[in-house]
């Protein structure tokens, strides 16, 4: 183009008119007119020369600019210049559909950035000798048309100034920011890397991927992205591929969602953690389950209902048409246009949903058992994904509601005791399989009480059923007042019972309250006539999965430990045990497995957080490592940790903790600045190590951790005898920054001695001590004074196994400074843990909004 080139800016709007007029009007080079349409050209172009250029805006659908476009083509000026498309950022019309003859286009908001360096490209390529159609392949390519073709989310990058020059549709859709908002925009504004910086990505554009989190409307995404360098609009840019951990975005994740929805329990609970399963990682707003199951008022019943938004007053059932419609076994899919079905159905209207999807639940007999809503603001994800998605969670869901109905008829039909009321042996045995099944998900361990009372036959035949269900009553109260509410009692024949105790991390707390039981069931029982009876129980003991991977086997070794407590005299307890050549052949293969086990990456290091006892927010967590065995899956600590001791691993594997632990915790602060105080457990073996300060110092230095956020953790059970330079060893760590905590406090023989000699920041009394507040007086007051004393030592106390309201209102009101157990959270793997501190922050995001 040469200085009396002549431009033709045609746009209905006057300031994209006056936008393009200025932008050309500022290099000089060119005479530009500006007109409102094609007839408005015609008036300005009469007797003038061939053009050099016409800028061209497209808006709404594009209609009017395509006619008007086929009427400039007639103007002899206009008749072989050159087209550049400007789309109007509100315009609905795609690049990819864009008429024939436009050689190039770019957004109205790149008009002041991007126009010129467009224009020179194309008139580079001209020159070259391309067709005009043909002048953008010509030069370097367009990269934009593949974001409006595929699902991908990609992003365009400046790398000299780190802002976004293009982006993919579905960037837009999923950060919830027009693209006209996103271009123009810092990187970091959308895309945070996790282990990098992101000048750094665009430096190196490797391809390699790296773990980020997008923005969304959810919070942030997480996943992975890439760089690679190409050439764009003239330029050297780098474009960026993001893959997100959504399932509703990737397939394979999409396969490891079903794999945890599948996994999840049966009854109530099972279903909602499937439904929020499906709602966090699909990214749907709205998720909802009916049971099609009519109650006495014929409506169907809302089992559970997860909503991204504002508390609702939400509309009855038989207001929800498309609830209706899918009860009646009809599929409905709207990706995009669930908008028009909101005149019929309040709910839709009411929550402003784009894609809407419903799915029966149905039997084998295509019998329907309830509904599958789920709505997002967005359009929905990928059909590929969702559908196959949806049908499989369907078939979950259907299951477990024709489960929960057989279980409820059967419940009515007889499977609680119609005596005591407890679970009997129909329900316990289902419960057992429900709890194994938990237990392999999450690696928890349990324990299996086999209770048999002593001589009951006797009591029955000599003073006759009526006081023989006297003591099966009394025998009930007592059972329930030695567990903890999460725990099973049931009566499983005559005068059994079984009992499952759950979330045990120590075997030595199951053998308490064997012990315990033992106490309790041995006090005189005053029957109806006055006469005091004597009834002793017998225990057998039989633990996950150390004995047995299986229900049936559990249940007979119990058994089998009952009796042997009965032929040691009864009135006791005993633990199964295996023969010596089945346990010295099963330890050996434990011990050479667990060898190579930190080689192969089957530890895991879980966390679980402590809060304030009074804000119940978080103020630090625990680590503690988990062996997950190819074969076995998850073992138990309270079995390993005694096998890593035995053979010194424990010293290589507590180190590996250590390290790993110190690494995330510098994370976690680096991306939130929580200062969470990092509690790693020392053993006796470790405390003994020469090396143990060297070690300790590196790991911090490694990591960048503070040495103030570590805590390390001494059991009350090491003896100071036991470990000679336990105190220097500790008083080293004090000299490095880090704090002392004395765990397990109250179990040992040394606790004053503890307290005095050890440089120690704060104590943790043991769960065995908690669990029974509100049952032992005796143990109230052992921890009521424990805190008190530690007070005035000026020790912070933190309680250990607070699984109740219960317990927290007890702790609270003796002035326990912080809690931990499974009431707030269970022990989380790294990527649940992080989880939980991002829903953290974007809840006090958004409470400080809200009061903003």
Same mark, same amino acid.
């Given at each position: 183009?040469?200085?009396?080139?002549?431009?033709?800016v045609?746009?209905?709007?006057?300031?994209?008119r006056?936008?393009?007029?200025?932008?050309?009007?500022?290099d000089?080079?060119?005479?530009?007119?500006?007109?409102?349409?094609?007839?408005?050209?015609?008036?300005?172009?009469?007797?003038?020369?061939?053009?050099?250029?016409?800028?061209?805006?497209?808006?709404?659908?594009?209609?009017?600019?395509?006619?008007?476009?086929?009427?400039?083509?007639?103007?002899?000026?206009?008749?072989?210049?050159?087209?550049?498309?400007?789309?109007?950022?509100?315009?609905?019309?795609?690049?990819?559909?864009?008429?024939?003859?436009?050689?190039?286009?770019?957004?109205?908001?790149?008009?002041?950035?991007?126009?010129?360096?467009?224009?020179q490209?194309?008139?580079?390529?001209?020159?070259?000798?391309?067709a005009?159609?043909?002048?953008?392949?010509?030069?370097?390519?367009?990269?934009?048309?593949?974001?409006?073709?595929v699902?991908?989310?990609?992003?365009?990058?400046?790398?000299?100034?780190?802002?976004?020059?293009?982006c993919?549709?579905?960037?837009?859709?999923?950060?919830?920011?027009?693209?006209?908002?996103?271009?123009?925009?810092?990187?970091?504004?959308?895309?945070?890397?996790?282990?990098?910086?992101?000048?750094?990505?665009?430096?190196?554009?490797?391809?390699?991927w790296?773990?980020?989190?997008?923005?969304?409307?959810?919070?942030a995404d997480?996943?992975?992205?890439?760089?690679?360098?190409?050439?764009?609009?003239?330029?050297?840019?780098?474009a960026?591929?993001?893959?997100?951990d959504?399932?509703?975005?990737?397939?394979?994740?999409?396969?490891?969602?079903?794999?945890?929805?599948f996994?999840?329990?049966?009854?109530?609970?099972?279903?909602?953690?499937?439904?929020r399963?499906?709602?966090?990682?699909?990214?749907?707003?709205?998720?909802?389950?009916?049971?099609?199951?009519?109650?006495?008022?014929?409506a169907?019943?809302?089992?559970?209902?997860?909503?991204?938004?504002?508390?609702?007053?939400?509309?009855?059932?038989?207001?929800?048409?498309?609830?209706?419609?899918?009860?009646?076994?009809?599929?409905?899919?709207?990706?995009?246009?669930?908008?028009?079905?909101?005149?019929?159905?309040?709910?839709?209207?009411?929550?402003?949903?784009?894609?809407?999807?419903?799915?029966?639940?149905?039997?084998?007999?295509?019998?329907?058992?309830?509904?599958?809503?789920?709505?997002?603001?967005?359009?929905?994800?990928?059909?590929?994904?969702?559908?196959?998605?949806?049908?499989?969670?369907?078939?979950?869901?259907?299951?477990?509601?024709?489960?929960?109905?057989?279980?409820?008829?059967?419940?009515?039909?007889?499977?609680?005791?119609?005596l005591?009321?407890?679970?009997?042996?129909?329900?316990?045995?289902?419960?057992?399989?429900?709890?194994?099944?938990?237990?392999?998900?999450?690696?928890?361990?349990?324990?299996?009480?086999?209770?048999?009372?002593?001589?009951?036959?006797?009591i029955?035949?000599?003073?006759?059923?009526?006081?023989?269900?006297?003591?099966?009553?009394?025998?009930?109260?007592?059972?329930?007042?030695?567990?903890?509410?999460?725990?099973t009692?049931?009566?499983?024949?005559?005068?059994?019972?079984?009992?499952i105790?759950?979330?045990?991390?120590?075997?030595?707390?199951?053998?308490?309250?064997?012990?315990?039981?033992?106490?309790?069931?041995?006090?005189?029982?005053?029957?109806d006539?006055?006469?005091?009876?004597?009834?002793?129980?017998?225990?057998?003991?039989?633990?996950?999965?150390?004995?047995?991977?299986?229900a049936?086997t559990?249940l007979?070794?119990?058994?089998?430990?009952?009796?042997?407590?009965?032929?040691?005299?009864?009135?006791?307890?005993?633990?199964f045990?295996?023969?010596?050549?089945?346990?010295?052949?099963?330890?050996?293969?434990?011990?050479?497995?667990?060898r190579?086990?930190e080689?192969?990456?089957?530890?895991?290091?879980?966390?679980?957080?402590?809060?304030?006892?009074?804000?119940?927010?978080?103020?630090?967590?625990?680590?503690?490592?988990?062996?997950?065995?190819?074969?076995?899956?998850?073992?138990?600590?309270?079995?390993?940790?005694?096998?890593?001791?035995?053979?010194?691993?424990?010293?290589?594997?507590?180190?590996?903790?250590?390290?790993?632990a110190?690494?995330?915790? /510098?994370?976690w #602060?680096?991306?939130?600045? =929580?200062?969470? &105080?990092?509690g790693?457990?020392? %053993?006796?073996?470790? @405390?003994? +190590?020469?090396?143990?300060?060297?070690v300790?110092?590196?790991?911090?230095?490694?990591?960048?951790?503070?040495?103030?956020?570590?805590?390390?953790?001494?059991?009350?059970?090491?003896?100071?005898?036991?470990?000679p330079?336990?105190?220097?060893?500790?008083?080293?760590?004090?000299?490095?920054?880090?704090?002392?905590?004395?765990?397990?406090?109250?179990?040992?023989?040394?606790?004053?001695?503890?307290?005095?000699?050890?440089?120690?920041?704060?104590?943790?009394?043991?769960?065995?001590?908690?669990?029974?507040?509100?049952?032992?007086?005796?143990?109230?007051?052992?921890?009521?004074?424990?805190?008190?004393?530690?007070?005035?030592?000026?020790?912070?106390?933190?309680?250990?196994?607070?699984?109740?309201?219960?317990?927290?209102q007890?702790?609270?009101?003796n /002035?326990?400074? #912080?809690?931990?157990?499974? =009431?707030?959270? &269970?022990?989380?793997?790294?990527? %649940?843990?992080?989880? @939980?501190? +991002?829903?953290?922050?974007?809840?006090?995001?958004?409470?400080?909004?809200?009061?903003?």
């Open positions: 183009m040469t200085g009396s080139a002549g431009i033709l045609v746009a209905a709007q006057r300031e994209l006056r936008a393009l007029f200025d932008t050309f009007d500022r000089g080079h060119y005479v530009v007119h500006s007109a409102r349409d094609a007839t408005h050209a015609g008036i300005l172009l009469e007797g003038r020369g061939a053009l050099a250029l016409i800028v061209v805006v497209f808006d709404g659908d594009g209609r009017e600019a395509a006619i008007g476009l086929d009427a400039l083509r007639q103007l002899p000026a206009c008749a072989d210049a050159p087209l550049i498309a400007v789309l109007d950022d509100a315009a609905m019309l795609k690049p990819t559909v864009l008429p024939a003859g436009v050689a190039d286009w770019l957004y109205a908001s790149q008009i002041e950035h991007e126009l010129l360096a467009r224009c490209r194309m008139q580079k390529a001209l020159r070259a000798g391309a005009p159609g043909a002048a953008m392949a010509a030069s370097d390519g367009d990269y934009r048309f593949a974001f409006d073709e699902e991908s989310e990609w992003l365009i990058v400046d790398p000299s100034r780190g802002r976004i020059l293009e993919s549709a579905s960037v837009a859709s999923h950060s919830g920011l027009g693209e006209h908002e996103l271009r123009g925009r810092p990187l970091q504004d959308v895309l945070a890397f996790s282990d990098i910086r992101a000048e750094q990505v665009l430096a190196e554009g490797s391809r390699r790296h773990p980020c989190h997008r923005r969304s409307v959810r919070g997480s996943g992975e992205a890439s760089a690679r360098p190409i050439r764009h609009a003239g330029r050297d840019v780098v960026l591929l993001f893959r997100s959504r399932a509703g975005v990737r397939a394979e994740v999409a396969l490891g969602l079903l794999a945890r929805m996994g999840a329990g049966s009854g109530d609970e099972g279903i909602a953690e499937a439904a399963l499906l709602y966090e990682e699909m990214g749907f707003d709205y998720v909802a389950v009916w049971s099609a199951r009519q109650d006495e008022g014929g169907p019943v809302q089992l559970v209902q997860y909503w991204r938004g504002d508390e609702q007053l939400w509309p009855g059932p038989h207001l929800q048409s498309s609830l209706r419609l899918v009860l009646s076994g009809q599929a409905m899919m709207h990706q995009a246009d669930a908008a028009r079905l909101a005149p019929m159905d309040p709910l839709l209207e009411q929550l402003g949903l784009a894609g809407f999807a419903g799915w029966p639940l149905q039997d084998e007999r295509r019998t329907v058992l309830g509904a599958l809503l789920v709505g997002t603001r967005q359009p929905l994800p990928s059909l590929a994904i969702v559908q196959p998605v949806l049908r499989c969670a369907a078939s979950r869901f259907a299951h477990a509601l024709e489960l929960r109905h057989t279980r409820e008829q059967g419940r009515a039909e007889g499977l609680l005791d119609a005591t009321g407890l679970p009997n042996r129909l329900l316990f045995n289902d419960r057992l399989d429900t709890v194994i099944r938990e237990a392999n998900r999450t690696g928890e361990s349990f324990a299996l009480l086999f209770v048999d009372l002593d001589r009951f036959k006797t029955n035949d000599t003073l006759g059923h009526a006081v023989g269900d006297q003591v099966l009553l009394t025998t009930t109260q007592r059972l329930r007042g030695s567990v903890r509410a999460s725990d009692v049931a009566r499983y024949a005559g005068d059994e019972f079984v009992v105790l759950r979330h045990i991390v120590k075997n030595e707390d199951v053998l308490r309250i064997a012990e315990k039981i033992v106490q309790v069931m041995g006090a005189p029982l005053r029957i006539d006055g006469t005091e009876l004597q009834v002793t129980a017998s225990i057998g003991v039989s633990f996950f999965p150390d004995d047995a991977p299986d049936e559990l007979k070794h119990a058994d089998e430990a009952m009796y042997a407590a009965k032929s040691l005299g009864r009135n006791n307890y005993q633990i045990e295996g023969s010596a050549q089945q346990s010295q052949q099963q330890n050996l293969a434990l011990k050479s497995g667990l190579h086990a080689h192969k990456g089957e530890l895991r290091v879980f966390y679980q957080p402590q809060v304030d006892a009074n804000s119940e927010d978080i103020v630090g967590m625990e680590a503690l490592v988990r062996w997950e065995h190819p074969e076995l899956g998850f073992i138990g600590p309270g079995f390993f940790i005694p096998l890593a001791e035995e053979t010194g691993l424990i010293v290589s594997i507590g180190e590996w903790v250590l390290r790993t110190c690494r995330h915790a /510098q994370e #602060e680096r991306r939130y600045g =929580l200062g969470l &105080r990092l790693v457990n020392l %053993s006796a073996v470790q @405390l003994m +190590q020469p090396n143990l300060l060297e300790v110092a590196s790991a911090l230095e490694e990591s960048g951790l503070e040495a103030s956020l570590l805590e390390m953790e001494v059991t009350e059970s090491i003896s100071i005898k036991e470990a330079n336990l105190v220097e060893n500790l008083q080293g760590l004090h000299r490095l920054g880090c704090r002392i905590a004395i765990d397990d406090f109250g179990t040992g023989a040394a606790s004053l001695d503890y307290l005095r000699k050890l440089p120690a920041d704060r104590i943790k009394i043991d769960q065995s001590f908690v669990r029974n507040i509100g049952v032992d007086p005796d143990d109230e007051a052992i921890v009521r004074a424990t805190i008190e004393m530690a007070h005035r030592l000026k020790r912070g106390v933190v309680a250990e196994g607070v699984e109740t309201e219960q317990h927290m007890f702790l609270r009101a /002035q326990c400074d #912080e809690l931990q157990g499974f =009431l707030f959270c &269970r022990p989380l793997p790294q990527p %649940s843990f992080e989880k @939980l501190l +991002q829903e953290r922050q974007s809840l006090l995001a958004g409470v400080s909004g809200t009061a903003a």
